[in-house]
């Protein structure tokens, strides 16, 4: 309830002031959408379609995003994809079993992707001396283009000066892992970094190429998170595929985790302790909702996490649909794109014709 | 009660020489705006701000409602005199004018520290106490007079307080003893003419002596307002009000009192206008600021009408809700014009707000009420299911139980007592469904032990100055179950048959004589067995069942299961109705299926949902169970029991309960399950649009399918089962 306004302490009389603005949670859904819409605007120009080689080169910033999911889709299939997930130290029993829980829920999902280069640490196992020799190793094995990808689970701390990952023995600090992972030859990279005061690890990991997932804002949220739990979860929950190109981004994983994290705090009406944030562009802050104004999110939607389905090889003569496929693609997303200017019935109207020759071609396609 | 703050100022002159706090030169003032005579009282005050005493400026600032400069000065006679008591509590009277009761009461508590036996201060603290609606109000002005007998102000506020818990004949008996201290008691004699109005009786024998005294007395008329105002008679209240104000355009207190209650019967303009002259003039107490706040929070809410009904929802929930208050809200008058045999007059508004606080303003100002709804005549106000924890509110429930008052209140034209329309409304909410309203309490246990259940004929006190923490919520039991007992005894009719001697102007004890032809101490006498015979048990035995309760909340924890199903089965029917945390229901589902006997978990949770369990976790737990059985009607129904009480933030749940009922060729109850999916912010919308069209296609409704499909495909346009459902609609 709004205050009623007082004349004053004792001490100090103060003048009332009328409270207009009750401060409001900002609905979720007004980001996405924003989000969503947003994301439409990194699209080139309208028509514009590459062939998957083409995105590799470098040209991918002209392409609508759902393109580029589907592109990478394929691209991912060329490249391995490395994991390391680190569970460190519970302090706690209820924290090690939950942590070690995480990691080895993570590890079964990980293992179940064709040609998954897992490497799951956990426990005893999981000290500074173990984890460098495992990642002096990597160095000599991950390939240019493949993408490596990190996940630390367990508590982290901010001493207001370093980020440290608690692990068993001396912690792993965020510096010490920046070093480790400029080495590892993967030009793409991602950080999930799901623990307490991940937020502070942010700047010492932060580099081009590399995309940063942190369960927290900052270093003074220290509670433990729950961030960890939905980001392993949406590597289960094929809901997690939003656009349904069957593979799951690190975007998407992101988003799901950081939607079910606001949803618990919401439905048993407590503070939320945890502000999840990304950063994908190697500068600038860290931001909650990625999106095409605050310039983040492109390259975590290119981060294939996991494939949840074939890809699939055309003929020949199967080439012609799909480059009319990617000419449909293209107009949806330029229509998309115009939405906010297209009153609401003609633009549900041409998008649902367009959508009608979209399938059809798919089905053809399927043939 | 904030009128009383201001209006015990206007205290007549022959008292203050004798009894403090009220200087002489202070008293020459006070008499002139007394009688009505405003510029003598301006120029009063204005001669007291040229006075050397700081405590006589500081009076003559707050007389002069400069309320700053007056701060300052008392604070700088408190100190020129710290061991002065009288300066204090007028201090403390000015801020509890300017609507800081914790502060007033600081400076109250601070003189009785100087001197535990300075009648004004008890009386201050009496003041303070009657605005919460607090029981030690009365006592704390029995104090003060018991310390100085002739402290009319205190004599006033007991008159007042009594009328507050209806007992007119109390009320009337304080007035003449204030009336005896002073015959130009403008309070009493507005109490006295009060009581004459609130039957019907003409008050100008009153009103006539007041007016004689103070031509521009509009407090009269405000102080009947209120006491109207309390008994939910807020169209008489509000022409009061409008009374008060023709007399004194100047007293903005009843002109914010006016916009409130406008505010609380929907007219929303004009309480915006007039909420608005009083801020700018500087009237701010809590109710005409957060009341402005509210308003101006109506612009993020979306209104839905019918002819029967006018919903206004909040946009940020507004789709989702809608799909189960809509309904809810129209089955629940069906039912009650028929139960009550009669229409309402117009439809009935509903607010809901998700934010609490903004849900209190509503209710601010009526004593006991507004925890979870609160009507007004027609205009049902009421927190959303996301503006509480899950499973601690049944909003369907408390939408039952308020619209029962709309009924109520309209047909007995306002005139019924607290406690018969708690009761009525407390009755519906089980006699709609077994499984809503509240389970049996430990405070109602306790209450019962203690033999602290009141007599029919005082019930209404247990309401409005409750003289216990839980003496409200137990009353609203009571009530709850002497309806029950009436209805189970004499059949619905006879609560009619009751309900209708309210509309006679009869008291409870009349309609319990004439209506059920006893007298009202053999009701009691006879309601208690009936009572004992229903609870009895629990009562009884609730030392034993909490002790072995803890024992097997031990032992589950020592995951000692067979100890546990014993000790579980053998307190379960001791207090069946427990179904809060460490329950036996919840801890024998989980002991057997640790034992792996998923027959008799899905026997105890059906029990837990039955008896009114609340915990959604449960309750899924126990439909998933029943959905691996193949129950999956029995599961869709415990699914849906969710909808009632939580419907938010669960796109997992509507997913399914959508699901199982379009399996069922339940379809029009699919597309609501997926309709409600789509509007909960899912994750993944694609999914939900397309379920969605499922449904609508099942439902024979094909534009309505492709539509979301559409939907679906703006998300993913490569979704392949969306394109495929797509040709197929678009092909036929």
Same mark, same amino acid.
């Given at each position: 309830m709004a205050i009623a306004p007082e004349m004053g302490s004792r001490m100090n009389l103060l003048n009332p002031s009328k409270q207009k603005n009750l401060s409001k949670q900002k609905s979720l859904n007004s980001k996405q959408e924003s989000l969503s819409v947003q994301m439409q605007k990194w699209g080139g120009p309208p028509g514009l379609r590459l062939t998957p080689w083409s995105a590799c080169s470098g040209l991918a910033k002209t392409l609508g995003t759902l393109t580029i999911l589907a592109l990478f889709s394929l691209t991912a299939a060329q490249a391995d994809t490395w994991y390391v997930t680190i569970a460190g130290l519970g302090g706690e029993p209820e924290y090690e079993v939950r942590f070690a829980g995480w990691a080895t829920d993570l590890d079964k999902s990980l293992r179940a992707i064709p040609g998954a280069q897992v490497n799951t640490y956990s426990g005893k196992q999981a000290t500074k001396e173990t984890l460098r020799k495992a990642f002096a190793e990597f160095t000599t094995k991950v390939k240019p283009d493949d993408n490596f990808a990190v996940i630390l689970i367990g508590h982290g701390t901010f001493d207001n000066s370093e980020y440290k990952f608690n692990i068993p023995g001396p912690d792993l600090s965020a510096t010490e892992l920046a070093g480790w992972l400029d080495k590892i030859p993967a030009t793409r990279q991602l950080v999930v970094n799901t623990t307490s005061a991940a937020g502070a690890s942010i700047s010492a990991l932060q580099k081009a190429n590399r995309t940063i997932i942190a369960a927290t804002r900052n270093g003074t949220e220290k509670n433990a998170t729950l961030f960890a739990r939905y980001f392993v979860e949406a590597f289960r929950d094929p809901g997690a595929d939003t656009d349904k190109n069957e593979t799951l981004s690190a975007l998407e994983a992101f988003k799901y985790a950081d939607q079910k994290t606001v949803k618990f705090f919401e439905t048993q009406k407590r503070l939320a302790t945890e502000h999840a944030v990304m950063e994908d562009t190697g500068k600038g802050e860290a931001v909650r909702a990625p999106s095409a104004e605050n310039g983040k999110g492109l390259a975590a939607a290119r981060f294939p996490l996991m494939s949840l389905g074939n890809v699939q090889k055309f003929s020949a003569e199967k080439q012609k649909l799909v480059e009319q496929k990617q000419e449909f693609e293209g107009q949806i997303d330029k229509l998309k794109y115009e939405k906010a200017a297209t009153p609401v019935d003609e633009y549900r109207k041409r998008l649902a014709q367009l959508l009608v020759q979209l399938a059809k071609i798919q089905e053809e396609l399927e043939k | 009660m904030r009128f009383l703050t201001a209006a015990l100022l206007f205290l007549s002159s022959c008292n203050y020489a004798a009894t403090p706090?009220?200087?002489?030169?202070?008293?020459?003032?006070?008499?002139?705006?007394?009688?009505?005579?405003?510029?003598?009282?301006?120029?009063?005050?204005?001669?007291?701000?040229?006075?050397?005493?700081?405590?006589?400026?500081?009076?003559?600032?707050?007389?002069?409602?400069?309320?700053?400069?007056?701060?300052?000065?008392?604070?700088?006679?408190?100190?020129?005199?710290?061991?002065?008591?009288?300066?204090?509590?007028?201090?403390?009277?000015?801020?509890?004018?300017?609507?800081?009761?914790?502060?007033?009461?600081?400076?109250?508590?601070?003189?009785?520290?100087?001197?535990?036996?300075?009648?004004?201060?008890?009386?201050?603290?009496? $003041?303070?106490?009657?605005?919460?609606? !607090?029981?030690? +109000?009365?006592?704390? =002005?029995?104090? %003060?007079? &018991? #310390? /100085? @007998?002739?402290?009319?102000?205190?004599?006033?506020?007991?008159?007042? $307080?009594?009328?507050?818990?209806?007992? !007119?004949?109390? +009320?009337?008996?304080? =007035?003449?003893? %204030?009336? &005896? #201290? /002073? @015959?130009?008691?403008?309070?009493?004699?507005?109490?006295?003419?009060?009581?004459?109005?609130?039957?019907?009786?003409?008050?100008?024998?009153?009103?006539?002596?007041?007016?004689?005294?103070?031509?521009?007395?509009?407090?009269?008329?405000?102080?009947?307002?209120?006491?109207?105002?309390?008994?939910?008679?807020?169209?008489?209240?509000?022409?009061?009000?409008?009374?008060?104000?023709?007399?004194?355009?100047?007293?903005?207190?009843?002109?914010?009192?006016?916009?409130?209650?406008?505010?609380?019967?929907?007219?929303?303009?004009?309480?915006?206008?007039?909420?608005?002259?009083?801020?700018?003039?500087?009237?701010?107490?809590?109710?005409?600021?957060?009341?402005?706040?509210?308003?101006?929070?109506?612009?993020?809410?979306?209104?839905?009408?019918?002819?029967a009904t006018d919903i206004r929802l909040h946009k940020k929930e507004s789709a989702l809700l809608l799909l189960y208050f809509q309904p809810e809200l129209e089955r629940a008058i069906a039912t009650y014009e028929k139960k009550y045999k009669m229409k309402l007059p117009g439809p009935v508004r509903l607010e809901v707000y998700p934010d609490h606080d903004d849900f209190a303003v509503r209710t601010m100002g009526l004593p006991g009420l507004g925890a979870l709804g609160v009507t007004f005549g027609s205009v049902v106000a009421m927190d959303s299911p996301s503006g509480r924890k899950p499973g601690t509110f049944h909003w369907a429930s408390t939408l039952w139980h308020e619209l029962d008052h709309v009924f109520v209140l309209t047909a007995t034209h306002h005139r019924v007592d607290r406690w018969f329309a708690e009761g009525m409304a407390m009755h519906e909410e089980t006699a709609n469904n077994p499984e809503w309203g509240d389970r049996f309490s430990v405070e109602g246990i306790t209450a019962i032990r203690d033999k602290k259940l009141l007599p029919i004929a005082t019930l209404n006190s247990g309401f409005v100055r409750p003289k216990y923490p839980a003496q409200v919520s137990v009353s609203y039991f009571q009530a709850g179950k002497i309806c029950d007992y009436i209805n189970e005894r004499w059949g619905f009719d006879k609560l009619l048959e009751m309900m209708n001697g309210f509309n006679e102007k009869l008291t409870t004890e009349q309609i319990v004589e004439k209506k059920l032809g006893m007298k009202p101490e053999d009701f009691d006498k006879e309601f208690l067995a009936w009572l004992d015979k229903q609870v009895g048990k629990t009562v009884k035995n609730f030392e034993e069942w909490r002790g072995k309760l803890k024992q097997t909340v031990t032992l589950f924890k020592e995951k000692k299961y067979d100890e546990v199903i014993k000790q579980a089965l053998a307190i379960q029917d001791l207090y069946p109705e427990y179904v809060e945390a460490g329950n036996t229901y919840e801890m024998l589902a989980d002991s057997y299926l640790a034992k792996n006997d998923k027959e008799s978990a899905i026997t105890e949770l059906n029990k837990y949902a039955k008896i009114g369990g609340r915990d959604r976790e449960v309750l899924k737990k126990l439909g998933k169970l029943l959905e691996e059985k193949g129950n999956k009607k029995e599961a869709a129904a415990v699914y849906d029991r969710i909808n009632y009480f939580y419907p938010m933030q669960d796109e997992d749940l509507h997913r399914k309960l959508g699901e199982l009922w379009l399996e069922q060729n339940n379809n029009a109850g699919a597309v609501r399950e997926f309709t409600a999916a789509v509007n909960s912010k899912p994750v993944d919308a694609a999914a939900s649009w397309y379920n969605l069209a499922r449904a609508q296609r099942a439902s024979g409704n094909t534009a309505a399918a492709k539509e979301s499909l559409v939907s679906a495909l703006e998300t993913a346009p490569g979704f392949r089962p969306a394109q495929k459902l797509l040709l197929e609609l678009t092909d036929k």
């Open positions: - | 706090p009220v200087r002489g030169p202070v008293a020459t003032c006070e008499d002139h705006r007394k009688h009505g005579r405003r510029e003598q009282a301006t120029a009063c005050y204005n001669k007291l701000v040229e006075s050397k005493d700081a405590a006589l400026i500081a009076e003559g600032f707050w007389g002069l409602k400069n309320y700053k400069a007056a701060n300052d000065l008392f604070r700088k006679a408190v100190d020129a005199k710290p061991k002065d008591p009288e300066i204090r509590v007028r201090w403390g009277r000015m801020y509890l004018e300017h609507f800081q009761k914790s502060d007033a009461a600081d400076l109250f508590a601070e003189a009785l520290e100087i001197n535990k036996d300075y009648a004004p201060a008890h009386l201050g603290l009496a $003041l303070v106490a009657a605005d919460s609606f !607090e029981s030690k +109000a009365v006592q704390q =002005a029995n104090e %003060a007079l &018991k #310390l /100085d @007998p002739t402290l009319v102000e205190a004599q006033e506020l007991l008159a007042r $307080l009594a009328l507050d818990e209806g007992n !007119e004949i109390l +009320a009337g008996e304080e =007035a003449a003893r %204030a009336e &005896k #201290l /002073d @015959p130009e008691s403008l309070d009493a004699l507005a109490i006295e003419a009060t009581v004459f109005m609130l039957n019907d009786r003409d008050p100008a024998q009153f009103i006539d002596k007041i007016l004689k005294i103070n031509p521009t007395y509009g407090k009269a008329w405000s102080i009947a307002a209120h006491f109207f105002v309390i008994n939910r008679r807020y169209e008489e209240g509000i022409k009061l009000y409008r009374k008060a104000i023709e007399l004194d355009p100047d007293l903005l207190e009843a002109k914010s009192e006016l916009a409130v209650n406008l505010m609380r019967l929907g007219h929303d303009v004009e309480a915006k206008k007039l909420l608005e002259e009083c801020y700018e003039r500087e009237y701010k107490n809590a109710a005409t600021v957060n009341t402005l706040t509210l308003l101006d929070s109506y612009k993020n809410f979306e209104k839905y009408t019918t002819p």
